[in-house]
């Protein structure tokens, strides 16, 4: 196999290594800002090569697939694992000049060695094709998503940190335990040979592959935040750093959810899905996520908690398009997952700008900071408008066809769901900005710590980029998920 | 009656899987919630062991004349899930440690009392 075919193996064995190289370096940050960004275009040459192509396998060991580890390449590990790379590196630009401000130049380095495997397993974990590989992963990246949190040594934060850990393990705990039962069924680890094993038998224990998908849905869905099990989320991504908060909201909570869409697809595959009562109840935890989360949203004061609870409702029209059980509804969670994860990423960045720029928390501090700060404000704006669902960008997108998806599987009733949650991000994001530019207040004279502007500008393109480019997007993952 | 008598293995992980999780969600205690946490953990590893186990065959090491060997996965993987076990408790016993200090506390409602007071 050729060099750049193998680049999703190269990206998680490099991101690990260099994480262990770092604790000996003096100045870390120009050692893991290089190594980030050649990874990145090392990573954008192979998924734009990739195009068009045929997926493909990767032999992790030295052993074939039903004892060794495959890694899985197709048009959504490559396009998930480009959002990772991509926002990890330019987070970490971004917060180069800001980190030591909120957090201590002495903690830096840690929050680097952590960021590296963070991202490292999260990569894993997308691309991986055997089950307790992927579990393995997801115990990695909690430990990881853990210490960045703690960077900051506040009580705040170990508070948060140690719900977040015990309720993750919890889940973890859920999904070894549907492992267990497939194992017990089929003899296999791997997904495409769990699925074969499990096609004979699916009638006769249906029982028990329910069980399996209830407990991988529950150990997931308290990963990634789904509706009634997202009480960790709120406090963690709020007393997390500004960087931290960006890489947990955007890209941690995604990596179980692609788990589960993965085990859907591979695993049980759509007829399997399609039989059992189990999507509806996939169904019911995201459509009143999107709305229970909105509201939530609605009544924060804090910026950066109030941004953290869209998270939630976000997350729910990820599940909501798994919960569809069709094709098109799973290619919208991953595009979806794609367009939030730029999106609430860039959030968290402003609004930690914000923070250190007022030295305020609450979001009404930041009447009239949109003539102090235009550039960052209008970012803020545009990615808000994205979030309500203006067109070209990518939260329209997703919105638009994920109602068309959902008028597909003759459930209409839904599409009120999604209409009453985009009125509601609208009655909570668009405040922000009609009183960041018009308010007649004076704000408070923001303080002049430089920003970057580069990674930002950067984020802004990217967001539109995916919003323009929505159509070969869908069309690429949807037929990677047939 | 006689599928658990058969099945005990499965019954007492299904069992100390409940205890776990129980002990986990109603104890207020963090200690406490990460010995349920640790319980549940242990009932995974009972049960996946006992898949892969064949009553009266041997280890599987290669020796000459014996054919029926134990299967060696389910084994191995719950070695790491071990590994995973024992470095998630190693993390919360520390974080909790540093909860102890600043609260002088274990008990969660104790702690949010305190917080909300202090606020």
């Known amino acids: ?482 | 009656m006689t599928i658990l008598f058969d099945n005990f293995i499965e019954v007492a992980s299904i069992i100390l899987f409940a205890i776990g999780f129980t002990t986990l969600l109603v104890h207020n205690n963090l200690i406490k919630k990460i010995i349920g946490l640790n319980i549940m953990d242990t009932s995974i590893f009972l049960y996946f062991i006992s898949i892969g186990y064949i009553d009266g065959a041997h280890a599987p090491i290669f020796t000459e004349g014996v054919t029926n060997y134990v299967n060696p996965v389910p084994s191995g993987l719950m070695l790491t899930g071990i590994v995973v076990a024992v470095s998630i408790t190693a993390f919360a016993l520390a974080l909790i440690i540093r909860l102890h200090s600043i609260y002088g506390t274990l008990e969660l409602d104790e702690i949010m009392k305190i917080r909300e007071d202090g606020i």
């Open chain 1, 1 to 482: 196999m050729n060099i750049i075919g193998s680049t999703p193996l190269l990206l998680i064995l490099l991101l690990l290594l260099s994480s262990f190289t770092l604790p000996f370096l003096k100045n870390p940050i120009k050692f893991s800002l290089p190594v980030l960004g050649a990874l990145t275009i090392l990573s954008w040459i192979h998924g734009l090569l990739f195009i068009g192509g045929e997926e493909y396998t990767i032999q992790a060991g030295h052993f074939e697939a039903p004892f060794g580890i495959m890694l899985r390449v197709t048009a959504v590990e490559i396009a998930i694992g480009l959002l990772f790379m991509t926002i990890t590196t330019l987070v970490i630009w971004f917060s180069a000049s800001q980190f030591h401000r909120e957090v201590g130049k002495s903690q830096q380095k840690t929050f680097l060695i952590l960021v590296h495997l963070l991202v490292a397993s999260l990569l894993g974990i997308v691309y991986t094709q055997d089950l307790f590989n992927g579990y393995v992963f997801i115990e990695v990246s909690t430990l990881a998503a853990c210490g960045i949190i703690v960077v900051k040594n506040k009580a705040d934060n170990i508070k948060a940190a140690v719900k977040y850990l015990i309720l993750s393990s919890l889940g973890s705990g859920l999904i070894l335990m549907g492992i267990a039962y497939l194992y017990a069924l089929t003899g296999y680890l791997d997904m495409t040979f769990i699925h074969e094993a499990l096609i004979p038998i699916a009638s006769e224990k249906s029982r028990m592959i329910l069980i399996s998908m209830v407990l991988f849905m529950t150990g997931a869905g308290i990963k990634s935040a789904l509706f009634p099990l997202h009480i960790w989320l709120p406090d963690a991504h709020t007393a997390a750093p500004g960087a931290s908060s960006a890489l947990l909201s955007g890209l941690v909570i995604k990596a179980p959810a692609i788990y589960f869409l993965k085990i859907c697809v591979l695993v049980y595959g759509y007829e399997m899905i399609n039989q059992t009562a189990f999507l509806q109840l996939v169904l019911l935890f995201s459509g009143t996520g999107m709305i229970v989360g909105s509201l939530f949203a609605r009544s924060q004061k804090t910026l950066k908690r109030m941004i953290a609870y869209s998270s939630v409702a976000q997350m729910g029209y990820i599940f909501f398009g798994i919960g569809l059980g069709t094709p098109a509804g799973m290619a919208i969670a991953v595009y979806h997952m794609i367009g939030h994860g730029v999106t609430k990423a860039t959030l968290f960045l402003l609004a930690s700008t914000f923070i250190d720029k007022l030295g305020k928390k609450d979001s009404a501090s930041l009447k009239g900071v949109g003539r102090e700060m235009p550039f960052e404000m209008a970012i803020f704006s545009l990615c808000g408008f994205s979030m309500v669902g203006i067109p070209i960008l990518p939260g329209f997108i997703s919105k638009w066809n994920l109602a068309l998806a959902t008028i597909e599987t003759g459930q209409v009733w839904l599409l009120a769901i999604i209409l009453v949650s985009s009125v509601l991000n609208a009655a909570y994001y668009f405040p922000i900005t009609i009183n960041g530019f018009f308010s007649e207040e004076d704000g408070i004279k923001p303080n002049n710590n430089p920003v970057a502007k580069v990674p930002l500008g950067i984020l802004t393109v990217l967001l539109v980029m995916i919003g323009l480019l929505s159509g070969p997007i869908l069309s690429l993952i949807e037929k990677a998920l047939i």
